[in-house]
């Protein structure tokens, strides 16, 4: 089975919200900017409920500011 990937657009969306720091979307998130930055580094997987609150802050659906790509996904 091969490794699946999710992939994010975090940094381009903090960037485009008036150059948002790590810091600031953590604390608007409630986690720390250190689960920020594996998040955005694809080091972490976010549980749905943070996916959600990170997408919520940025005023944008899900899909924009995440995406899978199931390759080599047995489903």
């Given at each position: 089975m091969g490794k699946s990937r999710i992939s994010n657009n975090i940094r381009k969306?903090?960037?485009?919200?008036s150059e948002m720091t790590q810091k600031e979307l953590a604390d608007k998130v409630g986690v720390t900017r250190q689960t920020i930055v594996a998040i955005e580094n694809a080091k972490y997987s976010p549980s749905l409920e943070v996916a959600f609150r990170i997408a919520l802050v940025f005023d944008s659906p899900l899909e924009e500011v995440?995406?899978?790509?199931?390759?080599?996904?047995p489903i």
């Open positions: 969306l903090r960037f485009y919200h995440f995406s899978y790509d199931p390759k080599d996904d």
